[in-house]
């Protein structure tokens, strides 16, 4: 019932903001006991848990990434959204929005991914 759609730009050059937004139909994002992460996974590699926006609104970050990544929400859109500031190329990745339960963690709704390309 639950669907997630990223959206953004493919290309995003080196030093640049990404930029991608997460649209939620079939739930609420403020539906209590949901957290609303980002999950990213780079050619040849394994998924990377970017960060979540819980319930209540309060985002938590991976510690590799927090200094650069910010994750906001748009209520009456239903959306949320990913920020990732100063990228390069290592930052190239398919892009995923993902719901997850909260305690425990589980991971039951996936967007489709979008692919992120870093390049000049």
């Known amino acids: 019932q639950v669907q997630l759609q990223e959206s953004g730009p493919g290309l995003v050059k080196p030093s640049q903001t990404l930029s991608l937004t997460c649209t939620v139909s079939?739930?609420?994002?403020?539906?209590?006991?949901?957290?609303w992460s980002w999950i990213r996974q780079p050619p040849g590699k394994g998924l990377e848990w970017m960060g979540v926006?819980?319930?209540?609104?309060?985002?938590y970050y991976s510690p590799s990434l927090k200094s650069r990544t910010s994750i906001s929400r748009d209520t009456p859109k239903n959306q949320f959204s990913l920020q990732l500031s100063s990228v390069t190329p290592e930052d190239t990745a398919v892009y995923y929005c993902?719901?997850?339960?909260?305690?425990?963690?589980?991971?039951?709704?996936w967007g489709q991914g979008t692919q992120v390309t870093v390049s000049s």
């Open positions: 926006i819980a319930d209540d609104a309060n985002t």
């Open positions: 079939g739930g609420s994002i403020t539906t209590s006991y949901y957290g």
């Open positions: 993902v719901r997850n339960n909260i305690v425990p963690i589980r991971y039951d709704y």
